[in-house]
T-cell receptor, first 113, second 117 residues
Framework: SQTIHQWPATLVQPVGSPLSLECTVEGTSNPNLYWYRQAAGRGLQLLFYSVGIGQISSEVPQNLSASRPQDRQFILSSKKLLLSDSGFYLC????????????FGPGTRLTVT | AQSVAQPEDQVNVAEGNPLTVKCTYSVSGNPYLFWYVQYPNRGLQFLLKYITGDNLVKGSYGFEAEFNKSQTSFHLKKPSALVSDSALYFCAVRDPGSSGSARQLTFGSGTQLTVLP
């Protein structure tokens, strides 16, 4: 079976500090990978998606970047955090093909102080 | 462009009563539709999807949803609600006829379901 991991689970960082959130998937190969941000416990905003190693598509211009150094690893980064970067960050994976559903990780709660 | 609307921010229902969480969509072609549930401080869990075929789809935890093309709706239902069903529910749509980033899932704003004991 497939599992998806995210860490850390919670993070408190000061404004201006760097960020690195990691997501890994087990039990599948060549997944599509996604980063979402959820603000105030509501709507999801797609930040980045990747269809393969080194292939990153950005949905929203912002202070964040993403990388996919390995097939089942997806990293969300920032060089300098802003207060507005606070939120709940969710990673998801999906099999290749548009009819498949996405499966989400447990999320990382980021608070920028 | 595809879009999805969940017209109710909050739905309250008594335990044992039937529940409905509403979702309407807009796509240029035939939609792929999904429902997810989110418990506090957790990731989203997949409940069910409509791709093609029977308009009534059954999913996890006794949930079902009915695809209605003429009304462009995909409402989530359950015959008898449980207190443990209380959570945030998201509808999502994908237009498989789109290309590039437009083929990604578009999520509704979510509906908070509260089942009262």
């Amino acid at each position: 079976s497939q599992t998806i991991h995210q860490w850390p689970a919670t993070l408190v960082q000061p404004v201006g500090s760097p960020l690195s959130l990691e997501c890994t998937v087990e039990g599948t190969s060549n997944p599509n990978l996604y980063w979402y941000r959820q603000a105030a416990g509501r709507g999801l905003q797609l930040l980045f998606y990747s269809v393969g190693i080194g292939q990153i598509s950005s949905e929203v211009p912002q202070n964040l970047s993403a990388s996919r150094p390995q097939d089942r690893q997806f990293i969300l980064s920032s060089k300098k955090l802003l207060l507005s970067d606070s939120g709940f960050y969710l990673c998801a994976w999906k099999r290749t093909g548009s009819s498949y559903e996405q499966y989400f990780g447990p999320g990382t709660r980021l608070t920028v102080t | 462009a595809q879009s999805v609307a969940q017209p109710e921010d909050q739905v309250n229902v008594a335990e044992g009563n039937p529940l409905t969480v509403k979702c309407t969509y807009s796509v240029s072609g035939n939609p792929y539709l999904f429902w997810y549930v989110q418990y506090p401080n957790r990731g989203l869990q997949f409940l069910l999807k409509y791709i093609t075929g029977d308009n009534l789809v059954k999913g996890s935890y006794g949930f079902e949803a009915e695809f209605n093309k003429s009304q462009t709706s995909f409402h989530l239902k359950k015959p008898s609600a449980l207190v443990s069903d209380s959570a945030l529910y998201f509808c999502a749509v994908r237009d498989p006829g789109s290309s590039g980033s437009a083929r990604q899932l578009t999520f509704g704003s979510g509906t908070q379901l509260t089942v009262l004991p």
